[in-house]
């Protein structure tokens, strides 16, 4: 199945640098990453991540802002997929730099 690549805009760029550049946020992206699945509910990430629930939210609120996860709320719990193509494009512009 092929998709259309994506282009990241010169803001994007810069918050998922941002982002990443948090040694917390790019475990969480390793968590997720190496899941092996579609989602990953956030008591998963909480129990390999040693920080309080208010600073997990915090993480999580600035890789889903700089588009590198996506949330899904069911119910009370919150469950996160990585944006695989957001990933690639900031990795593929990083490669022309």
């Known amino acids: 199945m092929a998709t259309n ?43 390999c991540i040693p920080v309080s629930a208010a600073t997990l939210s915090h993480h999580m609120k600035e890789l889903e802002n700089a588009g590198l996860v996506e949330s899904k709320r069911e119910g009370k719990f919150v469950n996160y997929t990585l944006c695989r193509d957001v990933l690639a494009a900031y990795i593929e512009r990083l490669t022309k730099i």
């Open 5 to 47: 690549p994506i282009s990241l805009t010169d803001r994007q760029f810069h918050l998922i640098t941002k982002a990443m550049s948090d040694p917390h946020r790019f475990e969480i992206l390793e968590k997720l990453g190496q899941a092996g699945v579609d989602h990953c509910a956030c008591s998963d990430i909480r129990d």
